[in-house]
């Protein structure tokens, strides 16, 4: 069992940036996926960007690139999304989640994923 607790989210004007935690709970989260998805208000929960915990890898949505890093802290068992130039399409509920997988991550879908934090909220006000 892999337990996630996300931190970090909050309300911010749009133009401004925030950083997101997930702490992953095992003495090694080596050998694994570890992504950030979200669900704004109304639609369905899409995928943000992913890390290979072994390489650091990354992959990262379309709409993202450019304003979004993921990246880890593996003393920490910890993963980070830097998120700048919010824009008010970035609100909604973010969540971490972690799947075991040797190979590189390059399919963020939510479905690959077993494991879940329970969200933490973005909300970015214009």
């Known amino acids: 069992q892999v337990y996630l607790v996300e931190s970090g989210g909050g309300s911010v004007q749009a133009g401004g940036s925030l950083r997101l935690s997930c702490k992953v709970s095992e003495?090694?989260?080596g050998q694994k996926c570890v992504g950030w998805f979200r669900?704004?208000?109304?639609k369905?929960?899409?995928g943000v960007a992913q890390?290979?915990?072994e390489s650091g890898y990354t992959d990262y949505a379309d709409s993202v690139k450019g304003r979004i890093t993921i990246s880890?802290?593996?003393?920490k068992n910890t993963i980070y999304l830097?998120?700048?130039?919010?824009?008010?399409?970035d609100t909604g509920m973010y969540y971490c989640a972690a799947r075991v997988w040797g190979n590189l991550c390059t399919y963020l879908r939510e479905g690959?994923?077993?494991?879940w934090g329970q969200g933490t909220q973005v909300t970015v006000s214009s």
């Open 82 to 89: 830097e998120m700048n130039s919010l824009e008010s399409e």
């Open 51 to 53: 890390i290979t915990i």
């Open 112 to 115: 690959l994923f077993p494991y």
């Open 44 to 46: 369905v929960r899409e």
């Open 39 to 42: 669900r704004a208000p109304g």
């Open 27 to 29: 003495d090694s989260i």
């Open 72 to 75: 880890q802290d593996n003393a």
